[in-house]
C-alpha cells in the first residue's frame, strides 16, 4: 500500500469513516447493537474527538479514507488510563501495516497526553486485531473498564505505556 497519509480527523471525513467503521463490522458479521455500529457517534467523530485529551487519526490513501484510530478518555476508566477506539481498516488496506501504523501513532498520543495506560474492547471474532494488539504488547483483562456502552464487546485489553 503506497502513499498513506496520516493525519487528525476533519469534519469531511465523517461519511467515509463511518463507512469504513461499519463495512468492516459487516465483514466479520458483528454488526450488531452494543457495538460502533450502532452508536449514534460513529456518524460524527469529528464532533466526538473535538473533547479535550481525545484525538482520532485517519489514514487516507489515493483510494480516500481506508481507516482510522484514535484515544479517547471514557468515563469510568481507572485514573491515567484512557481507551484506544474504532481501530477500523478497509479491507484493500489491511495486512500493509495501516493499522500499526494508527495504533502507534494513537499509543504515543496517550503518551503524550500523560495518560500511564492505553485500554481497549474488542470482540473474538476480530482475531487479526487482536493478534496485533498482543504483538503491540496489549494484555487480556477478566473485566471491562470504564463505561463506553459497547455491552458487546466482551474482550478487554490493557497495555502500560
Known amino acids: 500500500m503506497e502513499n498513506i497519509v496520516i ?3 476533519q469534519k469531511v471525513d465523517n461519511p467515509y469513516i463511518a463507512q469504513v467503521i461499519r463495512t468492516a463490522l459487516e465483514e ?4 450488531r447493537p452494543g457495538t460502533v455500529y450502532t452508536d449514534p457517534t460513529t456518524d ?3 464532533q466526538l474527538f473535538s473533547q479535550e485529551n481525545s484525538k482520532y487519526y485517519i489514514a487516507e490513501s489515493n483510494d ?3 481507516g482510522g484510530c484514535g484515544v479517547f478518555p471514557t468515563m469510568g476508566l481507572p485514573e491515567g488510563t484512557i481507551e484506544l477506539v474504532k481501530l477500523y481498516v478497509n479491507a484493500s488496506a489491511r495486512n500493509h501495516g495501516v493499522g500499526r501504523i494508527l495504533m502507534e501513532k494513537s499509543i ?3 503518551k503524550d497526553l500523560g495518560y ?3 485500554y481497549l474492547e474488542t470482540m473474538p471474532e476480530l482475531g487479526k486485531a487482536i493478534s496485533l494488539y498482543e504483538r503491540l504488547g496489549f494484555q487480556k483483562l477478566d473485566h471491562p473498564l470504564g463505561e463506553s456502552g459497547h455491552y458487546a464487546c466482551d474482550l478487554w485489553m490493557i497495555k502500560h505505556v
Do not use: M, N
Open 7 to 9: 493525519r487528525e480527523i
Open 28 to 31: 466479520f458479521s458483528v454488526a
Open 44 to 46: 460524527d467523530l469529528f
Open 64 to 66: 480516500g479514507v481506508v
Open 108 to 110: 504515543q498520543t496517550a
Open 116 to 118: 500511564r495506560s492505553v
